[in-house]
């Protein structure tokens, strides 16, 4: 579980709603990125919700390290067992770990929720799908040139398909990804487009990105880009992370035709 | 004043290193006296040192090969010196795979402790380093501050549980708050706690054991069985630590599995003591009040 939450961990509050189809852990900045990560209920061994919805915000960090309190390392032929309540509006939310016959309680005091963005990215308003393998993806994320405030995604049905850009003090560097490489899974992509993001707000994406075995990027007709990682927890189970981000307003989009 | 010591068995050379690879990851600075059956590794209770004390104590039979020394005069005869022992760890470190190792009282531009280290060598000549350690003369006017601390009157004493563990959840908590509070009762149960306005977490260990104190297992107890037994078992004592200097304690540890013996006086002291074959190291942390 803790992997999944690492990968939206980017700022120390994340709001917490709870339902019957499991837990979403949203984590916003600046009002132009959001991360999602969902937590179903199948994962868990039980799962049982009095109330249709249940909403709190609460201290990611905290969280964080209360859930790796035995180390973050597992040895192995140990496993760590996790029970969390929840018990209303204003109750704190408390874990009890179990490792080894040694038990571990926390409580973690909740907060007031607040409202997240509904960034209204629709299936219908797609314009750009490619699904690929995380791999490749990886070290070009991660070979990122950070003097760059401004990653370009160029997504086209023609050459050059897949592009990833920078502008940095020591130059441009482009990385392109052919559609015909076996890294791709899927391309649908029907109108080139080109979109600027501010490459800050991006960069935290790059742990959801690190954990996962495959990416969907996907751009709609605002230009607005959603990530949506696969990522397997420890235990072999799927579970998804999505960001949403919003394109770099100071610059204008240009659509080539 | 002299002292000559040689260390052979290349497991003893390497189980002096770590001991004293533990001392140098508790103190910057430290006492090492020297006397003709002992080698004993000392900090003091000062302000400076943030109210830790440690009693550190190696029969030098089980290290050394060759032993000789001569204390300050005949009717004191023993050699108190402040050194820094990260300095004799660095020294060592070049002992691992050594045929001997020499360590030797000298005056160079300052009294030294002088390591000679034999190592082995392809070719039949022989290959020695030689590092001195400088060290401080301490006055036989001080030699009171170092004596070995009493045996608290504890109000529970237990066997901790594996420190690897404790280490994992107080690294941890380290992150959560400043202090941590230790309770523990005679029914082997101990409890790790932080609190702060907005988490609190507490680690319950259970099963644990403890010492059996007797005056014959340890001349220097002035405890008796009775005293512990006059409590209930089951009752909690705690003291607040601060947790950064726990943590440290913990991650010192080098020399290998061993039991630690953890005792309470409540919300006043708190007292490691472990005991190995050939070493004992006491440790006190000061106590922060509730």
Excluded at chain 1, 213 to 226: Q, Y
Excluded at chain 1, 230 to 239: R, T
Excluded at chain 2, 133 to 159: G, N
Aim: glycine share 4%; charged share 20%; with cysteine.
């Amino acid at each position: 579980m803790s992997t999944i939450l690492k990968a939206v961990h980017f700022k120390e509050t994340a709001l917490v709603i709870a339902s019957a189809m499991g837990l979403k852990v949203t984590v916003e900045d600046s009002k132009c990125i959001q991360a999602n990560a969902f937590l179903q209920a199948g994962i868990f061994q039980e799962f049982l919700i009095k109330e249709e919805q249940v909403t709190f915000k609460i201290n990611l960090t905290v969280l964080l390290e209360c859930l790796n309190i035995f180390g973050s390392s597992s040895t192995p032929g140990s496993t760590t067992a996790l029970r969390m309540c929840y018990a209303g509006y204003g109750s704190p939310l408390v874990l009890m770990l179990e490792e080894g016959g040694v038990l571990t309680n926390c409580s973690i005091k909740t907060q007031e929720p607040d409202e997240t963005l509904d960034f209204n990215f629709c299936s219908t308003n797609v314009i750009n799908k490619i699904i690929m393998k995380s791999e490749c993806l990886k070290e070009a994320f991660n070979e990122l040139d950070m003097t760059s405030e401004i990653l370009q995604i160029l997504m086209s049905p023609d050459k050059p398909y897949f592009r990833l850009s920078t502008f940095g003090n020591a130059g441009s560097t482009h990385s392109d990804f052919p559609k015909e490489s076996d890294m791709v899974e899927a391309f649908n992509c029907t109108q080139t487009q080109t979109n600027r993001y501010k490459v800050s707000l991006l960069k935290p994406s790059v742990k959801a990105l690190s954990s996962s075995v495959r990416v969907s990027i996907r751009t709609d007709n605002r230009g607005f880009l959603s990530l949506q990682f696969m990522i397997k927890n420890e235990d072999g189970q799927v579970c998804f992370v999505e960001y949403y981000c919003a394109p770099d307003e100071d610059m204008e989009e240009d659509y080539d035709s | 004043m002299r002292f000559r010591g040689k260390l052979v068995d290349i497991g003893c050379i390497q189980h002096f290193t770590r001991v004293v690879s533990t001392i140098s990851k508790l103190a910057k600075t430290c006492t090492l006296r020297i006397n003709q059956s002992k080698l004993y590794f000392i900090l003091s209770e000062r302000v400076v040192n943030g109210g830790v004390s440690i009693w550190c104590e190696l029969t030098q039979g089980h290290f050394f090969n060759e032993f000789n020394m001569e204390g300050l005069a005949e009717d004191a005869n023993e050699i108190f010196l402040e050194l820094t022992p990260e300095n004799m760890v660095k020294s060592l470190k070049s002992a691992q795979n050594a045929k001997w190792v020499k360590m030797k009282l000298t005056k160079k531009h300052t009294p030294c402790i002088t390591f000679e280290v034999e190592l082995p060598s392809l070719t039949s000549h022989s290959r020695t380093v030689v590092h001195d350690v400088p060290v401080s003369v301490i006055p036989k006017r001080l030699w009171d501050e170092f004596e070995e601390p009493e045996m608290p009157d504890f109000d529970v004493s237990i066997y901790m549980p594996p420190l690897k563990v404790v280490r994992n959840v107080v690294d941890r908590m380290k992150n959560l708050s400043n202090f941590v509070v230790l309770s523990a009762n005679q029914s082997g149960e101990l409890i790790l706690k932080v609190e702060t306005d907005l988490v609190s977490v507490s680690t319950h260990f259970r099963d644990l054991t403890h010492p059996q104190w007797t005056k014959d297992k340890d001349p220097n107890v002035s405890q008796t069985p009775t005293q512990t037994q006059q409590r209930d078992p089951q009752e909690f004592v705690e003291v607040r630590v601060d947790i950064r200097k726990f943590a440290q304690f913990l991650s010192s540890q080098q020399v290998g599995p061993q039991r630690v013996i953890c005792n309470i006086v409540d919300n006043r002291i708190i007292h490691f003591f472990l005991l190995h074959d050939d070493v004992s190291l006491q440790y006190f942390m000061p106590v922060v009040s509730m």
